[in-house]
């Protein structure tokens, strides 16, 4: 059962909600951070990495006494990461997504692959928890390969992964999105929240994944994104209230989920919902909060 933890901007309060879900559960699971970019579950779980290895995408190597600058590799190109000149093929690696395009149509088999390295997982025990994350490399411009590489580890595990998605709702959201399950959407009672929110359910969507919303800081602004899921049917599985003592605790790197016992509660409650929510997709499609 692989739960995604996302939201359609940052700053929600998106890994807070991961990694008290992760902490207050009632059993062993995967804790999977996929924010490659910017990981920060680590701050709270201060884990002690046992396994750590690079992940790479293949680039072309191009044997320029095969080569007979037809230019077909940097026709097929759609990134511009190999450019055929008048007397030789110039590569950008930086720009390469690793489709292999230029190697399958090169005519005189001058192009072979090599490995650039563009990030790692590293992976910790932290008590009951299987935490993973990456790293990007800083200037890196491609995530999802090593998104794909962290979800991998989910492969080993059973029970409940979740997934610490990525903010926002280009590819590297759509990349920790199609492994899941079922999709929570963190969001927070203001007019960016509810705009991006509507952005992040077009996402799930398309992806027909169920999902449910979680209202961060309720209270703090209006009741414009109650409205708005009750008019889309999509079920509110938890409103957690504006509360000057969390934002404490996250300043002091503490875990308002654990710190607090009302909190301790909600997340609790939270769990069970979710876990239900995934329960029940596994079975049948959701009628609310799903869309074809």
Known sequence: MRIAIASGKGGTGKTTLAVGL????????????CDVEEPNCHLFLQPAFHDSRGVGIPIPKVDVSRCTVCGRCG??????AIVALRTRPLVFPELCHGCGGCLRVCPEEAITEAVREIGVVERAQCGSIDFA?????????????LIRAVLEIAEDGEGITLIDAPPGTACPVVAALRRADCAVLVTEPT??????????????????????VVINRAGS????????????????????????????CYSRGEVPALALPEQTLRYRELFGR?????QRSGSAHLGEGRRA
């Open 75 to 80: 026709e097929i190109c759609q990134y511009n």
């Open 191 to 212: 007019p960016f929240g509810q705009h991006d929110l509507e952005l992040a359910v077009e996402v799930v969507r398309k992806l027909d994944l169920p999902f449910g």
């Open 274 to 278: 979710i876990v239900e929510l995934a």
């Open 133 to 145: 994350h990456g790293r990007l490399r800083v200037g890196e411009a491609l995530s999802p390969p």
């Open 22 to 33: 992760a902490l207050t559960a009632d059993r062993p699971l995967q804790l999977l951070d």
């Open 221 to 248: 602004g209006d009741d414009r994104v109650q409205r708005y899921c009750a008019a889309e049917s999509i079920p509110i599985l938890q409103e957690i209230p504006d509360d000057r003592r969390v934002a404490e």
